[in-house]
């Protein structure tokens, strides 16, 4: 079993990736970041959409949404957080990245939190991209944010500890391989007495190399930003946020 399908890691550790803060922060972005504003009705597809941080802010903003997941405990959370927050239900869908494709269905494809990368064959990975720029219509975007190389070397470092909002604390250790190809995280949640460990991998990549690869797969008008607010990806970046467009129809 590869590490994302593993349905315990994904309730276990919820607090960590999908904390309330990180909701907040979703919320914030789609309300206000310039790469998420899109034309009215837009339909917009969350790939990896989680437990929906990102679906319930989208669909406040009356794009048409659709979510897809690999994970049922994702997809059950994110369907319980738009029926709490008020908005329509956006379409869920179970699926892996790897196969889902829709022709011509989206106007934007969003994947986010670091979601890409987590294939061994970057063949695998590229044909993501592939996948997302066959379901965009032409015209339509793609925007992947992930950790970018250049962000990661910038802080990592010693073990990490993070307090969680529902008691206990999780202690988070990176650890960099294949000559800066891949990054490894091995986590440590501790509650109630008891320890669960868990490791999770993905490629690491710099903005020349994701946006090469944006290119690869089609994509024109391939630029790589330091954030949603579309600043600079520079030395004071914080993530890695590229957007490329599917070529408009002649």
Not at 200 to 228: K, N, R
């Amino acid at each position: 079993m590869r590490w994302y399908e593993d349905e315990t890691l994904w309730s276990d550790f919820s607090s960590t990736m999908f904390s309330a803060r990180r909701a907040d922060e979703a919320a914030r972005l789609v309300a206000g970041a310039p790469l998420l504003e899109f034309p009215e009705g837009s339909r917009v597809l969350d790939l990896c959409c989680g437990p929906g941080l990102f679906l319930v802010p989208l669909a406040r903003c009356g794009y048409q949404v659709t979510g897809v997941d690999l994970s049922p405990t994702m997809l059950n959370r994110a369907e319980t957080a738009c029926a709490q927050a008020g908005v329509p239900t956006p379409r869920l869908i179970r699926a892996d990245m790897l196969a889902f494709r829709e022709p011509e269905s989206f106007d934007v494809v969003l994947n986010v939190f670091t979601s890409f990368g987590y294939f061994e064959d970057p063949a695998d990975n590229a044909r993501v991209l592939r996948n997302a720029h066959d379901s965009l219509v032409p015209g339509g975007q793609l925007i992947v944010d992930v950790l970018g190389k250049e962000v990661l070397a910038g802080w990592i470092g010693r073990p990490q500890l993070v307090e969680l909002e529902d008691s206990g604390y999780v202690v988070q250790r990176d650890t960099v391989l294949d000559g800066w190809r891949r990054l490894r995280t091995d986590w440590t949640l501790v509650r109630d007495g008891t320890a669960r460990e868990a490791s999770i991998s993905c490629w690491l990549y710099s903005g020349v190399e994701l946006c090469a690869l944006f290119e690869a797969a089609g994509f024109v008008d391939v630029a790589c930003y330091g954030g949603f607010d579309a600043t600079p990806y520079d030395q004071h970046a914080g993530r890695l946020v590229v957007r490329g467009t599917r070529a408009a129809a002649r």
